[in-house]
């Protein structure tokens, strides 16, 4: 069993930078995939960016390579997505996720968080 809790999220104005932090309780966290994910009022949850156990692999979607960057550390069992050059359009809910597999699709993912707003204000 794992537990997650995000944290870091606020509004800011576009161009700026966030840190969203998601803390994991047990003590396998450092054999989990973590994904990070998104939901837009009204729209679906999608996913962002997922790093592997070791840290050695990650994984973003298309708007976020080169804006995003997820890390992990697995001694404080805590995993990061820093957020540069924001834009409007990344105002959601983020979520934190672990998967035992390596994965990108938000049904592979067994545990979730409770999200943090990300506002975006133009």
């Known amino acids: 069993q794992v537990q997650l809790v995000e944290s870091g999220g606020g509004l800011v104005q576009a161009g700026g930078s966030l840190r969203l932090s998601c803390a994991a309780s047990?003590?396998?966290?450092?054999?989990?995939?973590m994904g990070w994910f998104r939901q837009a009022p009204g729209k679906e949850r999608d996913f962002v960016a997922a790093i592997s156990w070791s840290g050695g692999s990650t994984s973003y979607t298309a708007s976020a390579k080169g804006r995003f960057t997820i890390s992990r550390d697995n001694a404080k069992n805590t995993v990061y997505l820093q957020m540069n050059s924001l834009k409007p359009e990344d105002t959601a809910v983020y979520y934190c996720a672990a998967s035992e597999t390596i994965a990108t699709r938000a049904p592979q993912y067994d545990y979730w968080g409770q999200g943090t707003q990300v506002t975006v204000s133009s």
């Open positions: 047990g003590r396998t966290f450092g054999s989990y995939t």
